[in-house]
């Protein structure tokens, strides 16, 4: 599976513990030659047994869709890792010592690393190219001290490696690197704020292209409203719950990832069947929106603030890159600070990256539609390469 350096697809591979999404596709251009899910991995009766057997079903799929991956010059496989702790804030090639070093940092996403160890070692063992891995959190490497630090005893912060690292960085670093060309201004110039929005949420605020403030922290329930997760509550939340309700560590856990946000707002986690409840005259779904809202506009507000001025915020992601309603409503009454959308420009369904605030408005509004795998591969190649991704 040699290939000449410098060409050839790359295979970027998303390893979850019971899932593997994959996707060939051209570096510099982002043709996409195949992509697909294995799923249920190691679930009873599914015939995915492991890691191993998914990375097999994958090539098996793969070579249906003809592509046979001994043959296709696949110059590297790039893949996505959660969680790179205080320990990755750049993406770096696979090998063991790498290895062993993301699984050690498996208890600050222990529902996300060990599966992407899992889909490295087998990916590794099946497929002889560099592999390298390309880290959610490193974009947010660049936080100040000021914005990555829980005030919290500096001694026991130390120990346990606590700290906002943040997360969909590839995203963030994607649409905020997609920003310059579309308003036709260099990075270096810009302030920036992007907002993720897909079952997952988070905000960023961008300096020049670098991050500066983002809303998730040590793990991905900090800050917005989500599908299933709180985003902020009160800290006290917690033992409150423990002592008035009974309810044990876990319980609490999995309550605030699994049982909140919008589904434990309105029954539903979706923002198109919300919309629809909302639309339906569903009181419990529109509280739910504007719950939503209003977080959005509070992490806004204070991002503006931090930066001292704004020149683009970016709508990202299923909800951000579709729902027309929630970007209205996000920046409605804003018009004082020179945020504003066209109507017009704003309903208009795309696919494409475009701005959707009227011509010489302050702040110009835009809608890029990410693209993850993208980003991990340029990140691969421009590793590989010794260039600057
Ligand atoms: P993601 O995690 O980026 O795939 O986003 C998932 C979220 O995006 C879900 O809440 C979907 O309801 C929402 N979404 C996806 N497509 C649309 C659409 N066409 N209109 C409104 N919401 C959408």
Request: aromatic content about 4%; proline content about 5%.
């Amino acid at each position: 599976m040699s290939a000449e350096p410098g060409s050839g697809p790359v295979l970027v591979l998303n390893a979850g513990s019971s899932s593997l999404k994959y996707q060939l596709l051209d570096p510099a251009g982002g043709d996409v030659r195949a992509k697909g899910t294995v799923e249920r991995i190691g679930e009873e009766g599914s015939g995915v047994a492991d890691h191993h057997a998914a990375v097999e079903q994958m090539s098996a799929a793969l070579a249906d869709a003809g592509v046979d991956l001994a043959t296709a010059g696949v110059r590297a496989v790039g893949h996505r890792v959660v969680h790179g702790g205080p320990d990755f804030s750049d993406p770096v090639v696979v090998d063991d010592d790498v290895v062993a070093r993301i699984e050690a940092l498996s208890p600050l996403a222990p529902l996300h690393n060990p599966g992407a160890v899992a889909g490295i070692e087998a990916a590794r063992a099946q497929l002889d190219v560099p592999h390298v891995a390309v880290f959610d959190t490193a974009f947010f490497a660049t936080l100040p001290p000021a914005a990555s630090t829980y005030a919290l005893p500096r001694a026991l912060s130390e120990r346990y490696r606590i700290r906002r690292y943040g997360m969909h960085g590839t995203s963030h670093r994607y649409v905020s690197r997609a920003v310059p060309a579309l308003v036709g201004r260099p990075l270096e110039e810009l302030d920036q704020v992007v907002l993720h929005l897909g079952n997952g949420c988070s905000a960023s605020a961008v300096h020049h292209g670098r991050a500066v403030d983002t809303s998730m922290g040590l793990t991905p329930l900090q800050g917005l409203v989500m599908g299933t997760r709180s985003g902020d509550v009160d800290p006290g939340l917690h033992s409150y719950l423990h002592r008035e309700a009974g309810l044990s560590v876990e319980e609490i856990d999995d309550l605030l990832n699994k049982q909140s946000g919008l589904k434990g707002l309105s029954g539903v986690n979706d923002f198109r069947q919300l919309q629809e409840h909302r639309a339906a005259g569903d009181e419990a779904a529109a509280l739910a929106f504007d719950v939503y809202v209003h977080r959005l506009k509070h992490y806004l507000g204070a991002y503006l603030v931090q930066l001292g001025r704004l020149d683009v915020l970016t709508f990202t992601a299923g909800v951000g890159e579709n729902n027309a309603a929630l970007r209205a409503a996000v920046v409605e009454g804003l018009g004082g600070l020179g945020l504003a959308v066209d109507p017009g420009r704003n309903a208009s369904p795309s696919r494409e990256a475009r701005v959707i605030s009227p011509d010489g408005a302050p702040v110009t509004v835009a809608v890029v539609p990410t693209n993850e795998e993208l980003e991990i591969a340029r990140q691969t190649v421009a590793l590989l390469d010794g260039t600057e991704g």
